[in-house]
């Protein structure tokens, strides 16, 4: 489980892609501190375990799944990318719950100075703008933001100047793509109300008539 509150910038520095696999290796720092095989490292948001690791770099391998649902086919050798380590037990709770499974991409559609912050518009489909509501919580490449705006067909956020210089959002230009994580607290509770719409629960057999009848 993430936080989405960036650590570092790494750098993609290979990349080796086939039929049948993909894998990356990135440059970094001050993640390497405290990182072991087996790990799981936050890579533009997306979930990856580390399956090779050196005193300057970690290489991790990418599912086609992984591939279809996130833009990490699109990365090139030197760019640049969110990294965060899977949050510790007793750590603080700087952002929201974030799992690492992309739900899917957006395309930034639009990028407006507001005196020190930044507004970026996003549009997504239906799916994912279900789970996205005013003021609640969207992991973008990783990132946790505050939702400022939502609308039929996009979102917004409103970024401050130290979340711009910490992540690779200052990097991105309109018509980017970027991933996307819904807040899964929202999912849950979906699920769980479509189970009770499809009766897939038992109906309780507690009524009022049963609790007067029984001294309620």
Not at 60 to 69: G, K
Not at 113 to 138: F, M, P
């Amino acid at each position: 489980m993430f936080t989405g509150i960036i650590e570092e910038i790494g750098i993609v520095v290979e990349i080796k892609h086939s039929d049948t696999s993909f894998y990356i290796k990135i440059e970094a720092k001050q993640i390497l501190s405290d990182t072991h095989l087996g790990d799981s490292i936050a890579v533009n948001g997306v979930c990856l375990t580390v399956t090779e690791l050196g005193k300057t770099f970690f290489k991790a391998d990418v599912m086609n799944e992984t591939l279809y649902r996130s833009s990490l086919g699109s990365l090139k050798i030197g760019s640049r990318v969110n990294l965060e380590r899977a949050m510790l037990a007793d750590g603080r709770f700087g952002g929201h719950i974030v799992s690492g499974h992309i739900d899917g991409t957006g395309t930034i559609t639009k990028i407006k100075n507001d005196g020190i912050a930044v507004w970026y518009t996003i549009h997504t489909n239906e799916k994912i703008l279900k789970y996205i509501v005013e003021k609640g919580s969207i992991a973008i490449d990783g990132i946790s933001l505050t939702v400022a705006k939502v609308t039929v067909s996009d979102f917004s956020v409103s970024i401050i100047p130290h979340t711009a210089k910490q992540t690779i959002l200052s990097d991105k230009k309109t018509g980017d793509t970027v991933n996307l994580e819904n807040d899964i607290i929202g999912k849950y509770v979906e699920k769980l109300l479509g189970c009770k719409n499809n009766n897939t629960q038992k109906e309780s057999r507690i009524t009022m008539e049963f609790l007067h009848q029984n001294g309620f």
